[in-house]
């Protein structure tokens, strides 16, 4: 039991309104968006203002031993960000100064700031941060280099830690460093700079982030294609990743494109057995070229129909479809969304053991995928008031990990380890990098009190 | 000093062959490209053909304490390959299978494997690993990743780091761990695949890497604009940066293309202050739009003389010039090869502040740059006879480093700093950052076995 002088010593060393201890007003602050009922209830909420007021939350913690847990948006679907009982939430969500410097292509950023408000930010000077998890109108900046986000257009742009020159950390005794910088290149030193991207505030907490913009992408064109199964689909995603680089890829299946209808009718076909959406953003005159070849890989792999728009807004309609999966499905039950991956050729096992774990488990897993590289999101559905149904589909969300790592896959391909996966993650790794993990972690925060529970 | 009985038990516990002992023959394993006279002798070479190999003689090295020292091809210029008296090197100069698998599109490649044939190899499936440090003919993957190596084609493409997508370690107790693999996108656990990558041996020796590929690169259209100054080359850089995205932008000053014309005529303007070589790789109805206003940025800030070739022998040619400058500046002396950046911005001022300490200490500093990361190789030539000389290349090699750090720079943008910049590796990173990279090594390396003396 800490103390409660304790816990005023933490508001007395912030400004006013910075350190929240009512238990109303940190309910919010409890949970991200896997929604783990297990989340605990801190002592304290954080809203820091800087990386001072960061830095003081962190050498208190340091002081009395008491956990933190780092806070963006809170939209992560891993239950990273979920609070522990007797610790201290620190969340960034107040820190959203985006600057951008168009003679160093860069964008600098605090952690708060969200994705969208970024691109919205370099859209202004002819500039683009490409990084887009679909949730990017509501994720942080923060929780994107704490998970290293992707999203729909890596499977041609990269993802979040491709786009990451520089980083301001505040570390497990408070100190704040700078790694990195406005430079394109360097290698000077070990790159500490990358092990911070990804480590789901594990390791230290961040203040602020330079990264690197690109030119405005081009108009892009869209092909929608159907397909007779999710195997013929992905036969199509498989032949074109030998050779064209198209700028977005995604895959929804039978079940997920029947969800969208009913959610939101948009005249998608509720007979196909799996649909693609693939993006060309070349200059428009060699985008035809691209488009066709794209069209070819559907064709040969069994397309049932096909349909090419140069028109954006027409093109984003079919985006939406495929973004609008998550919530669609949302709304008829329960949920556990699931974010394997596998090399792309094996795409068409995964998705054929899906189905097979769908069954065994009597349980409706829809899958929708960011096709291109390999990484599904199979959702799993289940009404929460039948626990024989939660704790099948419980059984679906492992044997689904175990599958992709039967196939030389990741149980996280974008969404990060969190709470929810810890359990799954030595099956990936095995013992020695386990082993190595800990030793990092041990390095960097000898006292455990940095996101104490996720990852290891 | 180390028993002989010490020696003959790591001869033993290998084949034979693989464990060389013969000073002469271990004589060209000393040094790296640094030619830095400080190189130990070693007590042997570990001449590896696979993973088990270098497994028993860190095994060994772990049990007596023995320094290693990881060598790839040798092109290393910053000595990180430079033997250490009373340690071994450890080589994997025949580990060189390359696998190439279309459907992933990735290169399973041994870290002996030289880039140029890891290029081969991808190119016979119409593929492309796009990584091209200047010595691409000559350098190894293993050295590679060991130094996050760049190159010319970078400004677009991204660094080795961007590419790797699994790695085979061994670690300093010998254990062999599998981070990441065939697959795309992952983030299960922290990203310690990133961590080896740049590590420059002092955390583990690699044994095998997956490699990214993509497809083949287009024929590229190549323009060389001539400049009065190198100011006003580097004012095109900045002005593309701003909103274009050449697959090269190469610059030369004025002493580096008359020693290209020395040593090799090639009918360059020995009167321009700079040139540069820009390059787009657009599909080819693309590039002319592309190449247009590559040309109009040069124009703008005062391009002499322009010439824009579509033939791509032609253009290898400029490029070619680009590549002899560093052997061509050889021809006239001893070099101290310099391998600063900045923020593109600030390139102007790095150059100029080049110019400035090339007067300071009387000594001729041709540069070239990978311009378009604000990545540059001021060449410091001295006569190896004259010893003040010599003191006076020091001084001005160690005065360039500071200009860049000054700058917000790096004292390495892709040679790495192995021996040569350990001395300004503080004045970069500062204690902080400096105190945690110490912490990642003991916690990686306990017994400071692994190329001890680089980086720290």
Not at 26 to 43: F, V
Not at 88 to 109: G, H, K, L, P
Not at 260 to 280: F, H, I, K, T
Not at 372 to 384: E, R, S
């Amino acid at each position: 039991m800490v103390a409660d002088a304790v816990v005023a010593a933490l508001v007395s060393a912030l400004p006013e309104g910075v350190v929240v201890t009512a238990a109303e007003s940190m309910e919010k602050y409890r949970h991200d968006w896997a929604h783990d009922g297990t989340a605990g209830m801190p002592l304290a909420v954080v809203r820091a203002d800087d990386a001072a007021h960061v830095q003081a939350a962190v050498r208190w913690a340091a002081e009395h031993g008491i956990p933190i847990v780092p806070r963006g948006a809170g939209s992560g679907l891993s239950g990273g960000a979920n609070a522990v009982d007797g610790g201290i939430v620190v969340t960034t969500e107040r820190m959203r100064a985006i600057e951008i410097d168009t003679a160093s292509r860069v964008a600098v950023v605090e952690p708060g700031a969200l994705n969208i408000e970024v691109k919205h930010a370099a859209a202004e000077h002819g500039l683009w941060y490409p990084p887009d998890p679909s949730s990017y109108e509501i994720c942080s900046i923060g929780g994107n280099v704490a998970t290293n986000a992707g999203g729909l257009c890596c499977v041609k742009y990269g993802v979040t830690t491709d786009y990451v020159l520089g980083l301001d950390v505040v570390l497990a005794d408070g100190t704040l460093i700078t790694l990195g910088g406005k430079r394109v290149k360097d290698v000077a030193g070990l790159s500490l700079l990358k092990l911070f991207v990804g480590s789901e505030g594990t390791l230290g907490i961040v203040t602020r982030a330079i990264l690197r913009l690109v030119p405005a992408q081009e108009a892009r064109s869209t092909l929608v294609a159907t397909f007779p199964s999710v195997e013929s689909a992905a036969a199509a995603v498989v032949e074109m990743g030998r050779r064209l680089r198209p700028s977005m890829l995604e895959l929804m299946d039978q079940e997920s494109i029947n969800a969208v209808e009913d959610y939101q009718p948009m005249q998608l076909d509720r007979d196909a057995g799996a649909l693609l959406v693939a993006q060309s953003d070349l200059p428009a005159v060699a985008r035809p070229t691209e488009m066709a070849a794209i069209e070819d890989a559907c064709r040969a792999a069994g397309a049932k129909e096909l349909f090419v728009t140069d028109d954006p807004e027409e093109g984003e309609q079919f985006v939406q479809a495929r973004r609008l999966a998550f919530p669609a499905i949302e709304a008829t039950g329960s949920l556990l969304l699931e974010d394997v991956g596998v090399p792309v050729p094996l795409l068409p096992v995964l998705l054929a053991e899906i189905a097979t774990i769908a069954g065994r488990h009597r349980t409706r897993i829809p899958t929708v995928a960011h096709a291109g590289d390999g990484n599904t999101h199979p959702i799993i559905v289940f009404d929460p008031t039948d626990a024989d149904a939660a704790a099948r589909a419980r059984l679906a969300f492992d044997d689904i990990m175990a599958a992709a790592i039967a196939l030389g896959g990741t149980i996280t391909g974008e969404h990060g380890v969190g709470r929810a996966k810890k359990g799954a993650l030595p099956d990936q790794l095995g013992p020695e990098v386990m082993a190595l993990t800990r030793r990092v972690k041990d390095a960097l925060d000898p006292l455990g009190i940095l996101n104490p529970g996720a990852i290891l």
